[in-house]
């Protein structure tokens, strides 16, 4: 079975600074998607950047962006330029990309909350 | 709007009280699935519907029902709800068409059972 794990509970960042989010799995399959989900306070889940394992450039979002080690199972999440807004859970997530059973399941990550300070 | 609607968002309840949880979506998604989200646990996966009349059950189904009986809905079944059911419960939904790889997620639901 995929495990996916977070590290670090908690973390801060200064506005405008840049921040790292870890996140390491676990998975014996070559074909599979990463996620990262944001979730404000507003409890609903946002999809922030998303990353096929068979592309071996990492995806980019604006301020978002990832470091996707395949070899290490390692996929963080950079946020640069940081905003008040970006305070919130980010959960990393894992799905594999083939069979239907275990397609259709996000395996997540216990999750990381974000404060974001002046 | 694409979206997924769970209803209803807050709730509670007693011991023993069934309950429905309702979730639809307006994208014709093939695949829907339920998480419950506890803290320190993330989110996991309670059970999943590939199509109409076809479910399956995901990590933790101990205590729920499921059905699919229109592609759109997908409700949440909790028959004799328990005090351990006090969760954050999220219904998504996603195609199954290749290249279509995002999960939409509903506004969750707060269960608390008393």
């Known amino acids: 079975a995929q495990t996916v794990t977070q590290s670090q509970p908690e973390m801060s960042v200064q506005e405008a600074e840049t921040v790292t989010l870890s996140c390491t799995y676990d998975?014996?399959?070559?074909?599979?998607?990463l996620f990262w989900y944001k979730q404000p306070p507003s409890r609903q889940m946002i999809l922030v950047i998303r990353?096929?394992?068979?592309?071996?450039q990492n995806a980019t979002e604006n301020r978002f962006s990832v470091n996707f080690q395949k070899a290490a199972k390692s996929f963080s999440l950079k946020i640069s330029d940081s905003q008040l807004g970006d305070a919130a859970m980010y959960f990393c997530a894992y799905r594999s990309a083939v069979g239907t059973g275990t397609a259709s399941k996000l395996t997540f990550g216990t999750g990381t909350r974000l404060q974001v300070t002046l | 709007e694409a979206q997924v609607t769970q209803n209803p968002r807050y709730l509670i309840t007693v011991t023993g009280k069934k309950l429905t949880v309702t979730c639809s979506q307006n994208?014709?998604?093939?695949?829907m699935s339920w998480y419950r989200q506890d803290p320190g646990l993330g989110l996991r996966q309670i059970y999943y519907s590939m199509n109409v009349e076809v479910t399956d059950k995901g990590d933790v189904p101990e205590g729920y029902k499921v059905s699919r009986k229109e592609k759109r809905n997908f409700p949440l079944i909790l028959e004799s709800p328990s005090p351990n059911q006090t969760s954050l419960y999220f219904c998504?939904?996603?195609?199954?068409?290749?290249?279509?790889?995002?999960?939409?997620f509903g506004q969750g639901t707060r269960l608390t059972v008393v």
């Open positions: 990353q096929e394992a068979y592309k071996q």
């Open positions: 998975t014996s399959e070559s074909d599979y998607y």
């Open positions: 994208m014709n998604h093939e695949y």
């Open positions: 998504a939904s996603r195609s199954d068409r290749v290249g279509y790889t995002e999960a939409f």
